[in-house]
């Protein structure tokens, strides 16, 4: 074999083995851009799928992250989380756990409204609530949750009975989770005289309150109760009935009267006072 053709063989080796490196580049830089562009695509649809999240959740307040346990001005931060009202004194006590979702629930508060109220501004009764989401577990949604939420807010404000009393006035249908929109809480809150201020509608829209509102619920559970509306007077259960006695406005008076026969009324409110 000549110098010459020894030469051209050499060379065309060279070219392909050059050639073929080449191609190990172009194929490197191939892959690249296709995984660069498959964590492009990625980050861009895990930034839709937050989107639609946040936004899905953007009247609903953060019910799904725990946070810390706020416990509503007023209230028990220890083991027993419910919103007092009525004179902390008072010869009696009125537990009443109850689910803002809940018609039974409406329709003992719309029904006994009058006749509590009276009861408590005669220091003769205090009511303790205990708030659940039965009805979000059962039916879905975050309503019961939300409400309660919003009502704790009420309650750091000093307005917890009249707002209370307002979202059972109002409350939507029970297949209906209206409750589960921050706005239209905030909206109802505007019947009760000067509750919508900054506060009330940062801590509704943070979901201030949730942790304690879970832990309300917890403590509803682990109480073995039939259902909501429960309740009771000085521990003794009185919905529907006491003992042979069906529950009405004027039962309700006779049982509190025969209670605190002999006991001076109460004077000292657990009502915080407003704030701002």
């Known amino acids: 074999m000549s110098d ?42 895990a930034a839709v799928v937050g989107m639609l999240a946040v936004n899905s959740d953007s009247d609903g307040g953060k019910s799904d992250t725990a946070g810390p346990l706020l416990a509503p001005k007023g209230t028990d931060t220890k083991s027993d989380p419910m919103v007092p009202v009525g004179a902390t004194d008072a010869p009696s006590t009125l537990t009443v756990w109850e689910d803002f979702r809940c018609p039974a629930c409406a329709q003992f508060e719309n029904g006994f409204r009058a006749t509590i109220q009276e009861l408590e501004k005669a220091g003769q009764l205090k009511a303790e609530y205990h708030l659940a989401t039965l009805i979000d577990g059962n039916m879905s949604g975050t309503g019961s949750l939300r409400a309660a939420n919003a ?19 109002n ?8 409750f589960a929109k921050n706005s239209h809480l905030i909206e109802l809150a505007g019947k009760v005289d000067g509750l919508v201020t900054d506060p009330f509608k940062q801590c509704v829209n943070d979901g201030a309150h949730d942790s304690w509102v879970r832990k309300s619920n917890e403590a ?4 073995n109760f039939n259902g909501t509306p429960t309740v009771l007077l000085n521990g003794e259960a009185i919905f529907p009935k006491k003992g042979d006695e069906e529950i009405s406005p004027a039962n309700l008076k006779k049982w509190v009267t ?19």
């Open 171 to 178: 409350q939507p249908p029970e297949t209906d989770d209206a």
């Open 258 to 276: 025969e209670a605190n026969r002999g006991k001076k009324a109460g004077t000292a409110t657990a009502t915080p006072p407003a704030s701002g």
């Open 4 to 45: 010459k053709n020894f030469e051209g063989k050499r060379t065309a080796r060279e070219r392909l083995i050059q050639e073929r490196e080449a191609q190990k580049v172009r194929d490197r830089r191939r892959r690249t851009l296709i995984v660069s562009a498959a964590v492009v695509g990625v980050l861009g649809l």
């Open 151 to 169: 009502a704790g807010c009420a309650q750091d404000a000093g307005k917890f009975a009249p707002y209370h009393d307002v979202l059972f006035q």
């Open 220 to 223: 509803f559970q682990k109480g």
